[in-house]
């Protein structure tokens, strides 16, 4: 079955860092667009950043130059590094996984920037 096991959400502190993992499992993680997304309660859900099968890599305004996404395929993992995190960060972040045929999503994981 389909997998995607997300992990590194946290309360964090402005101006601190997280590392945000998502674990996939059940299809050819290398054949497939990854992003992360996140929703803020009362806001829409928004793409943040997507890394493509060759490693190229979007982001939102909001998040450039502050956030990097990143993959590793021989662990089917993708990665979201957060520096210099805003309380504006604050949302669940979702890992997602698509090609012309499918998508899948993770359960999402919150993260808290506050004092």
């Known amino acids: 079955q389909v997998q995607l096991v997300e992990s590194g959400g946290d309360l964090v502190q402005p101006g601190g860092s997280l590392r945000l993992s998502c674990a996939a499992s059940g299809f050819t993680f290398s054949s497939y667009v990854m992003g992360w997304y996140r929703q803020a309660p009362g806001k829409e859900r928004e793409l943040v950043a997507r890394?493509?099968?060759?490693?190229?890599?979007y982001y939102a305004d909001s998040v450039k130059g502050r956030f990097t996404i990143s993959r590793d395929n021989a662990k089917n993992t993708v990665y979201l590094q957060m520096l210099s995190l805003k309380p504006e960060d604050t949302a669940v972040y979702y890992c997602?996984?698509?090609?012309?045929?499918?998508?899948?999503w993770g359960q999402g994981t919150l993260v808290t920037v506050s004092e």
């Open positions: 890394i493509s099968t060759h490693g190229i890599t």
């Open positions: 997602n996984a698509r090609t012309l045929q499918f998508e899948y």
